[in-house]
């Protein structure tokens, strides 16, 4: 744990904000806890009392859900992430491999803000394959812009309540809600199954629309 200055924005106060660079979150559920609230990524300013959201570089690591995801918040964070992660998974020394054989078989993501790491953390506990949850992402996008045209939506992203699991569009005017249902994630789950690993360090928007047409070229290439 560090300490870093932040001046708020509006009172001008200069205070000291702590960043967590490795959370454990076998070690620490109350870290954990707290990138699921954004209090750990929020400081609150002693004077005025106004919060300033803080994004920084963080190692995220979960060994009882095999899962690693990084923080990268510029282009050199993020080159040094893939890179790290890319080698993990290319060792090819028996005696390394074996000090770094419970990494192995992690899944590994890179993300770009607390925000989407808190939302992998979500899928994770909810025992869900994020990849499956970005292309359910990409259809309901596209379901809800045939229904609502004149909607302008700002954000996607998965989220929970009474055990039932959804996607909620941030639109300007108010959030929309649509549940992920067992038939679909089973059915996108069993395609995902049938294609060939690629890089799956980055799973967002992008790479469901990528993997989808790639989905799409296979199937004809079936038929």
Not at 90 to 119: C, F, G, H, S, T
């Amino acid at each position: 744990m560090d300490k870093v200055d932040v001046k708020c924005p509006v009172c001008r106060h200069e205070g000291k904000f702590e960043v967590h660079s490795n959370v454990e979150a076998n070690k620490d559920s109350d870290l954990k806890k707290k990138i699921l609230t954004g209090e750990l990524f929020t400081y609150i300013c002693p004077v005025c009392n106004n919060r300033v959201n803080i994004n920084y570089g963080m190692l995220y690591r979960d060994d009882e859900k095999k899962f690693m995801a990084k923080i990268a918040v510029d282009e050199l964070e993020f080159e040094q992430a893939r890179q790290t992660f890319g080698e993990i998974d290319k060792i090819e020394n028996e005696q390394i491999r074996k000090v770094m054989a419970p990494l192995l078989d992690y899944d590994k993501r890179i993300v770009i803000n607390w925000q989407n790491l808190a939302e992998k953390i979500m899928i994770k506990d909810a025992g869900l394959d994020d990849k499956v949850i970005e292309l359910i992402k990409v259809l309901y996008v596209q379901a809800f812009y045939k229904q609502n045209p004149d909607k302008e939506v700002v954000a996607v992203h998965f989220a929970q309540n009474s055990g039932d699991n959804y996607i909620v569009f941030v639109a300007k005017d108010q959030n929309y809600t649509m549940p992920v249902t067992d038939n679909l994630y089973k059915k996108l789950e069993g395609q995902l199954s049938k294609m060939e690993k690629a890089d799956d360090l980055v799973v967002d928007l992008r790479w469901a629309d990528q993997t989808f047409k790639k989905l799409i070229e296979e199937d004809k290439k079936r038929n």
